[in-house]
T-cell receptor, first 112, second 113 residues
Framework: DGGITQSPKYLFRKEGQNVTLSCEQNLNHDAMYWYRQDPGQGLRLIYYSQIVNDFQKGDIAEGYSVSREKKESFPLTVTSAQKNPTAFYLC???????????FGSGTRLTVV | DAKTTQPTSMDCAEGRAANLPCNHSTISGNEYVYWYRQIHSQGPQYIIHGLKNNETNEMASLIITEDRKSSTLILPHATLRDTAVYYCIVRVAGSNTGNQFYFGTGTSLTVIP
């Protein structure tokens, strides 16, 4: 079955460490996105990519980095520069303009 | 970008229709209205979208007013599994920021047994 997979589901990180969240899709979607969600709040866009080897900053890109070397994969690295990284991270993909999103099940990151 | 306004929370009795309103008074002609829902600690799920005409699928109906300044998502027979946060989104089309969806805080729907 086609879908979008995020791993791991839960992740713990010590302060000062970088951590990478995985996002893989087999939907043949061109565009991929990373969102962050804090308790009781909506989703905020971190980064997005419309095609391979290209990506753009969203509203809250500081402290995060991404790569898009393959169409299927869009990993997100939470760097030590991110001051408040504890959150629920959601990855999504779409065919692009005029199409809706398919979301993954999310990764809950906790800094300990 | 058009903004949307939704009530913070709503209750609905199980088996009854749930009508979730959304105001989008600044919507422009080429912007679609999308609805997603998010069950606790899961990724949002697409429900339905529309431009001008009313739309219906196996999950819900979308009623858009003639002036397109508001819409209503209708879950015809709400079940306990429909308890979720519902997001009404107006999609930014053709901007240089890509095909983004702006998710606000949505409406928290609680279906009561």
């Amino acid at each position: 079955d086609g879908g979008i997979t995020q791993s791991p589901k839960y992740l713990f990180r010590k302060e000062g460490q970088n951590v990478t969240l995985s996002c893989e899709q087999n939907l043949n979607h061109d565009a991929m996105y990373w969102y962050r969600q804090d308790p009781g709040q909506g989703l905020r866009l971190i980064y997005y990519s419309q095609i391979v080897n290209d990506f753009q900053k969203g509203d809250i890109a500081e402290g995060y980095s991404v790569s898009r070397e393959k169409k299927e994969s869009f990993p997100l690295t939470v760097t030590s520069a991110q001051k408040n990284p504890t959150a629920f991270y959601l990855c999504a993909s779409s065919f692009g303009v005029n199409y809706g999103y398919t979301f993954g099940s999310g990764t809950r990151l906790t800094v300990v | 970008d058009a903004k949307t306004t939704q009530p913070t929370s709503m209750d609905c009795a199980e088996g009854r229709a749930a009508n979730l309103p959304c105001n989008h008074s600044t919507i422009s002609g080429n912007e679609y209205v999308y609805w997603y829902r998010q069950i606790h600690s899961q990724g949002p799920q697409y429900i339905i979208h529309g431009l001008k005409n009313n739309e219906t699928n196996e999950m819900a109906s979308l009623i858009i007013t003639e002036d397109r300044k508001s819409s209503t998502l209708i879950l015809p027979h709400a079940t306990l599994r429909d308890t979720a946060v519902y997001y009404c989104i107006v999609r930014v089309a053709g901007s240089n920021t890509g095909n983004q969806f702006y998710f606000g805080t949505g409406t928290s729907l609680t279906v009561i047994p």
